[in-house]
């Protein structure tokens, strides 16, 4: 059952859509999912990093999970974020977006305290043997503070067939392909940065669930598309600019209210980010303005 799904293609790991007053704004949520399927995405990945996930409560988690599913109606996966800082957190919240009906569950590994390789591999056992999901474990060292190894990932690979992915954020190619050679022939291995797209996919990983992707989803797609079709010349283009706007959203400026200001300029309404985070400077906000004119996602002023 878990084989039958291997996630592919580009997938948005998008945001929640607050209000004015930080309530969850579904009726933005519905539309800024309208957006990025319009635009091809191949996938959803609700919940996670560029989700707030930390900022969310679990019923939160839960109205967005089943919007999201209710929303997309089938036409792409709906993969939900459910890592937390503790094992038994993430199984309640795992369970969840299983009832719910997710395709699968995003786990990113423990965060605030550092947990060893034995801990994180028993962390991730206990919820392989706890649910009935496909589970995507989640490296993203630049907001857990280490990397999980991966021979650690082909291990949980070879021994769960729960196990259908890994979202690697590490940002080092190396590490991306040592885990393709280790475990690429079993399940996904998915670049997590937008700057390694067309690099993971030419080591033989499949696809990439970046940040970008809420900004610039045709965009990745489409160089998606003209890797499939061998046209690497056109492929290398793209990565060309989605590289140089992830440097500028993901890189130079929080995230989360890049992310946020650049979809309220494109038009699609998702509010700013909860505190701490907070809304970007005139400064900012110019700038990213003057990137997304100059690749062609906004018209220039």
Known sequence: MFLAFKPSGIISPHVTPFARDGSLDEKALRESVRFWLENGIHGLACCASNG?????????????????????????????????????????????AQSLGATAALVVTPFFYRPNSKEIREHFISILEAVDIPIIPYNVPKFTGYS??????????????????????????AQITETIRLCGRRISVLAGTADLILPTLEMGGKG??????????????????????????????????ITYLNEVLVKRYNQLSAIKESLNLLGVKVGQPRKP???????????ISKVLAELGLLSPK
Not at 277 to 287: F, T
């Open 277 to 287: 985070s907070l809304p970007l400077d005139e400064k900012a906000r110019e700038d």
């Open 52 to 96: 707030e996930a930390p900022y969310l409560s679990r019923e939160e988690r839960k109205t967005v999970i089943e919007a999201v599913i209710d929303e997309a109606n089938e036409r792409v996966p709906v993969i939900a974020g459910t890592g937390s800082v503790s094992t038994n957190e993430t199984i309640l919240l795992t369970l969840d």
């Open 148 to 173: 999980i190894e991966p021979n650690l990932i082909a291990q949980l690979a070879e021994e769960y067939d729960n196990v259908v992915a890994v979202k690697d954020s590490s940002g080092s190619i």
């Open 208 to 241: 990439g669930i970046v940040a970008v992707a809420n900004v610039a989803p045709r965009m990745c797609v489409e160089l998606y598309d003209a890797f499939m079709k061998k046209d690497l010349e056109k492929a290398r283009d793209l990565q060309m600019k």
